[in-house]
């Protein structure tokens, strides 16, 4: 499925538009990573935000966004890197479809 997808260096996908929750779940695998619902819930927030913004929150506002929108809990940086070990900012956008934000080249 991944192979017919355009993809940058980094393997981020090229056109959001043929993003899906397959394609997401498919990219996590290829990193060694099952989604589950917490992981769905900060990938629904990235896009969430990046839908209203058209760009995604830097390093330091990251966590700092998701706190306020779900709470404190969900927005430590302990909690993040649990569900997204390689770095949670980079990969919540590959996985939710995104450019790769700019920190994380």
């Known amino acids: 499925m991944l192979e017919q997808l355009a993809r940058d260096e980094y393997g981020f996908l090229k056109d959001r ?3 899906n929750k397959d394609v997401a779940a498919a990219l996590a695998l290829e990193d ?3 989604l589950t619902a917490a992981h769905w819930e900060i990938i ?6 990046y839908d209203e913004f058209n760009h995604q929150p830097n390093a330091r506002l990251f966590g700092q966004a998701i706190k306020k929108k779900l709470g404190a809990e969900k927005g430590a940086s302990i909690y993040l890197y649990q569900l997204f070990p390689g ?4 990969y919540a956008n590959k996985y939710a479809g995104l450019p790769i934000p700019p920190s994380c080249i």
């Open 32 to 34: 060694g990573l099952i």
């Open 44 to 49: 629904d927030f990235m896009q969430a935000y």
């Open 87 to 90: 770095g949670p900012l980079k």
């Open 17 to 19: 538009a043929v993003w």
